[in-house]
Every structure is written in structure tokens, then in C-alpha cells.
């Protein structure tokens, strides 16, 4: 029903910015909770940041808060991630991912994922 694709990814040098997207298609994003992960080379998925339905709560794993910003536009079907400061062990596949409606705050479960875009951080 949804599908979700990122992009946004790259090379990037220490310290340097990086602003990725998740474009939707198929069904409004409106009714669900979003959230971001990652998962570098050889470890497993793990969360970054979440994002209410309309965007008026966020919620952030400690590694990354004060250095990335989970924002969202529901006119346009998106979903951001900022990422600001960034430091080599950022370097990872990033996904993003569709909580289902009416859940716990932050989500636990994701129905929807898309197929990741990668982000490389040179020292």
C-alpha cells in the first residue's frame, strides 16, 4: 500500500552535512509515525529517529541528538532526516520506515521500509 524510497546519500567528509529524503508513493503519509534507520557494513538495523503524524514529536537515539533533525511534509509525502556533524561511524545504509497508526509512542514496529540509501563519512 505504501512505497517508500530515500535518497539523499553520498560521500561526505567529517564534520560536513548531509540531508536525506524519503519520498512516498501509493498512500498519504498523514496517518503514520516515521522513523529512520540505519545499519553499517557487517551490524545489524538499529534506530536513529522518529517522527509523530504530524510531526509535532520527535524522538532520537543519544548518538545522534544534537547533530540530526527528523522533520517531515505531509503536502509533499515526504519525510527528511538532517544530518549535521557528521563523524565516520554515521557510515551506514539508511532507512527509512512507516510505523503502523494508532501505536505506541516511540513506535516499536514498522510495516513499511524502503531499500536504503548509502551514506559514507570520510575522516
Known amino acids: 500500500q505504501v512505497q517508500l524510497v530515500e535518497s539523499g546519500g553520498g560521500l561526505v567528509q567529517a564534520g560536513g552535512s548531509l540531508r536525506l529524503s524519503c519520498a512516498a508513493s501509493g498512500r498519504s503519509l498523514s496517518m503514520y509515525a516515521m522513523g529512520w534507520f540505519r545499519q553499517a557494513s557487517g551490524k545489524e538495523r538499529v534506530f536513529v529517529a522518529a517522527i509523530s503524524q504530524r510531526g509535532a514529536v520527535t524522538y532520537y537515539v543519544d548518538s545522534v541528538k544534537g547533530r540530526f533533525t527528523i522533520s517531515r511534509d505531509n503536502a509533499k509525502n515526504t519525510v527528511y532526516l538532517q544530518m549535521n556533524s557528521l563523524k565516520p561511524e554515521d557510515t551506514a545504509v539508511y532507512y527509512c520506515?512507516?510505523?503502523?497508526?494508532?501505536?505506541?509512542?516511540?513506535?516499536?514496529?514498522?510495516?513499511?521500509w524502503g531499500q536504503g540509501t548509502q551514506v559514507t563519512v570520510s575522516s
Open positions: 520506515a512507516a510505523a503502523p497508526p494508532m501505536g505506541t509512542w516511540p513506535p516499536r514496529e514498522y510495516d513499511y
